[in-house]
């Protein structure tokens, strides 16, 4: 293997036997069962992250979003024992504040000590293990030695937008998820939501009286999984999925493709009133709004691109890993290409309560695996 440098200037080097990058829900699960395995955080183990807060990145959802919409979150291993449950948590709050103050507490009670916002700007081999290079708040440039680094850098930072005939023409707005704030923006307006997901239905959902017209488009139509939770057969099909994929280096494919999407109480009201109408995406984008695949021009004033995300892996790109099927190979949450590089809530983990059945395993791993050199 060759050494990666990083042209940034490092005014302090650091060392810790394990780092784990992002502290979202799979980053605290593995940093959790890390500790309860011997390790002591803030020296052994370092947990970074380049959220301004707690919260990974429900922090940065909309303001209306409320736990149980469409949307569910697994409770973090070792919430139990603080008397916390995310089941028991106020549905009139947003949700963003929600997952925000259970984070905040449990990274308290559990004494994670995650440094943030640090924002992590490569990974590199050097030495006997990996680099981690990072850029702190006040601009200090710093690395971090491990011999292990766990990446649990989630979707958030990477929207995915797909590209159509015409769309750099269209003269109204354009705005992906993390963009979204709130139904009020769009007072009036005739809005094209693009997306078969949770966030398009939640955005449909709200605009609902507030928007002048909602129009819903979906690359495949949407499956409706017929009850407030997911098919445990499909469920199983889409991880299976999922790991063949993560196995092969190839591009994730989406989770709700393979489940369904699980009708909540408001949400079947959204479909009883016509709310939730998906329709095949349109061909093109022209100046004035969409033209569907019939020929017909749909006015629109904004277009809400909530077409899902990629894994935000750029800071991995130093230590090649991209395959030529365009994914990284990962066997158990385990890089095949530096065995001592994890992903954590990667592939068949990425749903909450993957990552939480995967932080334990993920975690003995790492412990066998310094326990070998």
Do not use: K
């Not at 065995?339 to 909450?352: D, E, I, K, N, V």
């Amino acid at each position: 293997m060759t050494t990666s440098t990083v042209p940034d200037p490092v005014s302090e080097h650091h060392h810790a036997r394990v780092v784990v990058i992002g502290a979202g829900q799979a980053g605290l699960s593995v940093a959790w069962h890390l500790r309860r395995l011997g390790l002591e955080p803030g020296s052994e183990l370092v947990v970074l992250d380049r959220a301004p807060s707690t919260g990974g990145a429900w922090q940065f959802r909309w303001e209306a979003l409320r736990l149980g919409w469409a949307h569910r979150v697994h409770d973090l291993p070792g919430m139990s024992e603080m008397g916390l449950r995310f089941e028991d948590a106020d549905r009139d709050r947003p949700a963003r504040d929600v997952v925000g103050e259970y984070y905040r507490r449990f990274e308290e009670h559990h004494d994670l000590r995650v440094r943030r916002p640090v924002a992590v700007t490569a990974v590199t081999r050097g030495g006997r293990g990996l680099l981690v290079h990072i850029s702190t708040e006040d601009g200090r440039q710093e690395s971090i030695e491990a011999d292990v680094v766990v990446n649990a850098s989630g979707t958030w930072g990477t929207p995915f937008v797909p590209w159509y005939p015409g769309r750099d023409t269209f003269r109204g707005r354009q705005l992906d998820t993390t963009e979204y704030r709130s139904a009020a923006e769009f007072a009036g307006q005739d809005v094209m939501v693009v997306g078969g997901g949770t966030s398009a239905i939640g955005f449909l959902l709200e605009l609902d009286g507030v928007a002048r017209s909602t129009r819903w488009f979906t690359r495949r139509p949407v499956v409706w999984a017929g009850s407030s939770a997911l098919d445990v057969e499909s469920a199983v099909a889409a991880v299976a999925e999922q790991d063949r994929a993560a196995r092969a280096g190839e591009v994730l494919p989406s989770i709700v493709s393979g489940t369904g999407v699980p009708v909540s109480p408001r949400i079947r009201e959204g479909l009883d009133h016509c709310v939730l109408r998906d329709e095949p995406v349109f061909a093109a984008l022209e100046p004035e709004g969409v033209r569907t695949r019939d020929g017909e021009l749909v006015h629109a004033d904004a277009i809400i691109w909530a077409t899902g995300f990629r894994a935000d892996l750029r800071h991995l790109a130093p230590l090649h890993l991209r395959t030529e099927h365009g994914g990284v190979a990962v066997v158990d949450g385990q890089s095949v290409d530096e065995p001592r590089l994890f992903l954590a809530g990667y592939g068949p983990q990425a749903s909450t309560i993957g990552a939480n059945r995967a932080g334990r395993r993920t975690a003995r791993q790492v412990m066998g695996l310094l326990g070998a050199r």
